[in-house]
């Protein structure tokens, strides 16, 4: 059973800045893509960003030219930087391997999440 555990979250002002990690145990799901999704109080989960082995990224709207998505393979890690934080960026945020279809899925169990709160 592979695990995904996230780190790096916080209390940042915002305009701030952040780097989250996700290290993931285990070989399973090591070649698939992998993906951020968060989920803000009384909101459903959201996906946030994807990148694929090769480092092909996708983003949100709401958070391109401001949030930045990479991988170490050789780590099994995936990251997430996360610059000029807003208000509404607060939210806990999970990571997962996925399958990029006509959607994103996700196919690991969750981890704890990170949480991410930014004041304004």
């Known amino acids: 059973q592979v695990q995904f555990v996230e780190s790096g979250g916080g209390l940042v002002q915002a305009g701030g800045s952040l780097r989250l990690s996700c290290a993931a145990s285990?070989?399973?799901?090591?070649?698939?893509?992998r993906a951020w999704y968060r989920q803000a109080p009384g909101k459903q989960r959201e996906l946030v960003a994807t990148?694929?082995?090769?480092?092909?990224?996708n983003y949100a709207d709401s958070v391109k030219g401001r949030f930045t998505i990479s991988r170490d393979n050789a780590k099994n890690t995936v990251y997430l930087q996360m610059n000029s934080l807003k208000p509404e960026d607060t939210a806990v945020y999970y990571c997962n391997a996925v399958i990029i279809t006509s959607s994103t899925i996700p196919l690991g169990s969750w981890g704890q999440g990170t949480q991410v709160t930014v004041s304004s």
């Open positions: 990148i694929t082995r090769g480092g092909s990224t």
């Open positions: 285990g070989s399973i799901f090591s070649i698939n893509p």
